[in-house]
């Protein structure tokens, strides 16, 4: 099994949400109960194990299933990025026009800043007037994650995503396959 390594930004913008969301000494606490040593650098590349171990403490320490911790880091980092990479944001009015620069524009940049980024792959049928069908592929299967991150799009783009996934790569499927729906918030 090949081993992947997760590039240190991630663990930044995980440790500043911790930080922010459940207090200083959280972070510190997560460390310790995931056996890792928390030095990260934005561009090193640490083991895909250490984010795995974060991620356990975490659904632990939450009480919450670890696909719902994921989520809960995509969606509330994605305003982090926004702010850290704005020129990825800029251009674009609506969430659906954002996700679809995914493997064109974002993912290219990603390993250009990050060298050695592994990034996940996505598909999009747009043939359904209205719904927005992605295909995702990672040998990571951080599908919970992703959808964290589109969901903190929509946020950003003042929408509200409606979100199936009808395939997983969890249940022994090829690809992850979800069906995208974004629709105005109503105030």
């Known amino acids: 099994k090949r081993e992947y390594s997760v590039k240190g930004i991630v663990f930044n913008l995980l440790e500043e949400l911790v930080r922010r969301e459940h207090g200083e000494d ?6 310790d109960a995931a056996h890792v040593q928390g030095a990260y650098t934005s561009l090193g590349s640490y083991p895909d194990a250490e984010i795995a171990r974060l991620v356990a403490a975490a659904s632990v320490r939450l009480a919450l299933p670890p696909a719902d911790v994921l989520h809960w880091f995509g969606r509330q980092a994605m305003p982090l990025l926004a702010e850290k990479y704005s020129v990825f944001f800029a251009g674009h009015n609506t969430t659906h026009s954002f996700v679809l620069t995914l493997n064109s524009i974002i993912h290219p940049e990603v390993c250009k800043l990050y060298p050695g980024a592994v990034t996940p792959v996505f598909d999009f049928d747009t043939s359904t007037p209205g719904v927005l069908t992605m295909g995702y592929r990672s040998p990571r299967r951080l599908c919970a994650l992703a959808h ?6 929509a946020d950003h783009y003042g929408e509200r995503l409606v979100y199936r996934h009808v395939r997983c790569m969890h249940q022994g499927d090829d690809q992850c396959l979800s069906h995208l729906q974004f629709e105005p918030h109503s105030h």
């Open 26 to 31: 959280a972070w510190d606490d997560l460390l």
């Open 148 to 153: 964290g991150f589109i969901e903190g799009a």
